[in-house]
């Protein structure tokens, strides 16, 4: 079955400590893989994508992603975090021919300590 | 300004009642779409449109209706049928519905039952 998993449900990091969300995917392609932000209360932001090409991919507000097909993920990084990087983050996926519709995973809560 | 709006930011149900949630855009997209948030459980796809006058189900559109009569309009009724309705729902809009390359969110509306 296809799906979508972030394994961690809250995070707390330190104010400059680097920082790694996980993302896991099941299917049998590679789907179209992306991750948004959310601000309590807010709608969510697109922070980057992967369609196809290179592996690394950079986003915005200095975050990165990196695609490993052998393990099926796209996990999202940021070398040192700033404390207006508490939010909530969403990984996201298009598996193709599924009639492309974008499948969220259930989140996890990034709190920033100062 | 372009982007997407929603209204409105809170809104509340008696028993039975229906009540319809806006999003406007003017994006010029030409698909939109509306997700349901629970605590957990991330987003899940109720409605989707691709064009004008067309809409398909998501994953849980039991109790909720939606039309397109215009494009930059994909309103949401959340009917009697739903028991529990108590989220935030928040509407998107975006470019190519094939890769949901790219999609915009409105802020949200939280809707509660009383």
């Known amino acids: 079955a296809q799906s979508v998993t972030q394994p961690d449900i809250h995070i707390t990091v330190s104010e400059g400590a680097s920082l790694e969300l996980r993302c896991n995917y099941s299917y049998g392609a590679t789907p179209y893989l992306f991750w948004y932000v959310q601000s309590p209360g807010q709608g969510l932001q697109l922070l980057l994508k992967?369609?196809?090409?290179?592996?690394l991919v950079q986003g915005i507000k200095g975050f990165e992603a990196e695609f490993k097909r052998s393990q099926s993920s796209f996990n999202l990084r940021k070398p040192s975090v700033h404390w207006s990087d508490a939010a909530e983050y969403f990984c996201a996926v298009v598996f193709t021919g599924g009639g492309n519709k974008l499948t969220f995973g259930t989140g996890t809560q990034l709190k920033v300590e100062l | 300004d372009g982007g997407i709006t929603q209204s409105p930011k809170y809104l509340f149900r008696k028993e039975g009642q229906n009540v319809t949630l806006s999003c406007e855009q003017n994006l010029n997209h030409d698909a939109m779409y509306w997700y349901r948030q629970d605590p957990g459980q991330g987003l899940r796809l109720i409605y989707y449109?691709?064009?004008?006058?067309?809409?398909q189900k998501g994953d849980i559109a039991e109790g909720y209706s939606v039309s397109r009569e215009k494009k930059e309009s994909f309103p949401l009724t959340v009917t009697s049928a739903q028991k529990n309705p108590t989220a935030f729902y928040l509407c998107?809009?975006?470019?190519?519905?094939?890769?949901?390359?790219?999609?915009?969110f409105g802020s949200g509306t939280q809707l509660s039952v009383l």
């Open positions: 449109s691709q064009i004008v006058n067309d809409f």
């Open positions: 992967y369609f196809s090409g290179d592996t």
């Open positions: 998107a809009s975006g470019v190519r519905a094939a890769t949901n390359e790219k999609l915009f």
